[in-house]
């Protein structure tokens, strides 16, 4: 009997899972992926929990997630998938782009990081690229996380007094629930301005929104 020449059926296929929230963006991934001799699309998720449920279930290599999504976000997923163990790799695919979104990725355990304009190449590059354990990165998030490197972080108290600042509370409601001085309260505020160069509450946690640092519920 001749031998198989074709390297590709000699290596098992590149199972990948699919999450975006937005049907035409996954569907039209998954259709790109299809005809890849290499790849194949072992599922597809709508929200948070549908894929954090379906990477459980089919333990796929790669798996490309939005960073936004309803029920549970993208990075909570991914904070989940680390915990659990599961031996999958995650590349996250979104149209934000903030030095911040991408830093909180990376830390929380994202291999690559895509932008949902990137070509057939670069997506089907990654997925290659990371399921071999390697990270991917395009040159203009690189640059993102460059200029981040260069700017002024916000402490964890800092963002625990904005997030309390983007939900309306005063400088006297947030002290008495941090247990801190209303002094204090303006003391962290001042150096949150002048970290996100802005100037009022409202630019800051519209600027601070933006970066990814708070949410607004």
Not at 17 to 23: I, K, N, Q, T
Not at 38 to 45: F, G, L, P, R
Not at 46 to 69: F, N, Q, S, T
Request: hydrophobic share 45%; net charge neutral.
């Amino acid at each position: 009997m001749k031998a198989n020449s074709n390297p590709i059926a000699k290596q098992e296929k590149i199972r990948v899972l699919v999450a975006d929230d937005h049907p035409i963006v996954r569907h039209g991934v998954i259709a790109n992926l299809k005809p890849q001799d290499d790849m194949t699309v072992v599922a597809e998720a709508g929200d948070g929990v549908e894929a954090l449920a379906l990477i459980k279930e089919h333990v796929p290599d790669v798996v490309l997630l939005d960073l936004r999504m309803p029920c549970m976000d993208g990075l909570d997923v991914l904070a989940e998938v680390k915990i659990s163990g599961v031996p999958c790799k995650v590349i996250i695919m979104t149209t934000f782009d903030s030095e911040e979104d991408v830093q909180r990725a990376i830390r929380t355990g994202a291999r690559g990081y895509l932008l949902k304009d990137s070509t057939q190449e670069e997506i089907l590059d990654a997925i290659r690229r990371v399921s071999l354990g390697e990270t991917y990165l395009p040159a203009r998030i690189v640059q993102k996380v460059a200029e981040g490197m260069r700017k002024p972080e916000l402490s964890p108290r800092e963002v625990e007094v904005l997030q309390w600042v983007a939900a309306g509370k005063s400088n006297k409601e947030i002290g008495a629930q941090l247990f801190i001085a209303e002094g204090t309260v303006k003391t962290h505020m001042k150096n949150v301005l002048e970290k996100l160069d802005v100037v009022g509450r409202t630019a800051a946690i519209r600027e601070a929104v933006h970066r990814g640092l708070v949410r607004l519920y």
